[in-house]
């Protein structure tokens, strides 16, 4: 079959590959003139990252093997493992797979809309959409009429828009990130949880190593103000600036339609409570690749991730109503040596395991769930 893949971040070259390699003529469009810029991710992944058999010394930047939680009047250390990625490099890499796989890249193709093809009166076929791409760099328009169109082109997708089927009540973060320099603990994760630092998520600090670190702040408004003050307070100053727009689940989105899919940011699926997209969109590629592949049903196949980002978007739900001594009590228990032990146990990407043997160790934690009303 021949596939158009609209978008070569990492989720889009992953499900090209995937395709590729069974023999698909796949064609990635990507609009920017190089992959991986501009980066827009604070390139931070769970250890659920060694599923996909990658070979991360190709873009790892350091492992990580703590967590610091700070609430107003609390704070915590957890023992973690963690990967911190270069994003551009990270990007690349899947290209680089999708390319060896036999996709082709086209960089400087920009999606500009579809054309409908209008079938015979008496033929009940139906037809395929024409897409109009526009190759910016030779200012040259071309058509295609793919068996397969895949939406990989971030969280705005432009083809759930063409196609119609862009859920409005979709919800997203904007989020704006510094590289810094300064004296940082190398392999720490520093976050912060406050309403005056950053209402309705948190602040981090992700060392890159002892001199380095990424800063970041992401809320719904005012991202750039509270993003100032968090630098200010910390007496940082900004080598490199990078912002970027961060969806959140939503249930209500659909994944495909006809001979139409979304995969990744295009889709919606990223984690509600930390705004992690890149493992869930990689599990998703893997399930479209089969769902091609295989005939079988793309939602059935996604259905074990919608499970985890559901709960992500409850606990969402509940931490967007907490105080800041919510925070604090929150991280007091959490300050227990058996809850850490359960915390080192499991990782972000399975929220439902991790709440239960939380229940079971703590019940106290069940005081939260009255800001689910």
Known sequence: MKIAIIGAGPIGSYAAYLLAKQGH????????????????????LTKDLDQ?????????????????????????????????????KFDNHFANLAKQAGAKIHLSHTFIGKEENISHSNS???????????????????????????????????????????EKSRENYFGIQAIVEGQFEQGLIDTYFSKDICPGLFAWIVSESKTTARVGVATKSNSKHYFDKFLKQNHFKAKEIQAGIIPIYNPKQKLNQDNIYLVGDSSTFVKATTLGGLIPGLMQAKALATSINTNQDYKKLCKPIIRKLKTHL???????????????????????????????????????SLL???AIKEPRFAYFVKNLI
């Open 25 to 44: 003529v796949v064609n990635i469009y990507e609009n920017h003139k190089s992959i991986g810029a501009p980066i827009q991710c604070t390139g931070l």
């Open 52 to 88: 996909f058999n990658l070979k991360k010394q190709e873009f790892l930047v350091d492992t990580l093997t703590k967590v610091k939680v700070n609430s107003k009047n609390q704070s915590t250390k957890i023992d973690q493992h963690e990967y911190l990625v270069c994003r551009t």
């Open 124 to 166: 009940n076929t139906s037809t395929k959409p024409t897409i109009i791409i526009k190759n910016t760099k030779d200012n040259i328009t071309i058509k295609q009429t793919p068996d397969i169109i895949i939406g990989a082109a971030g969280p705005l997708s432009p083809i759930a828009k063409a196609f119609n089927f862009y």
């Open 314 to 352: 409850q606990i969402r739900k509940i931490l967007d109503n907490f105080s800041d001594k919510d925070f604090n009590y929150m991280i007091k228990l959490t300050s227990q040596p058996r809850i850490k032990k359960v915390l080192q146990k499991h990782t972000r990407e399975n929220p439902l």
């Open 356 to 358: 239960m043997e939380l």
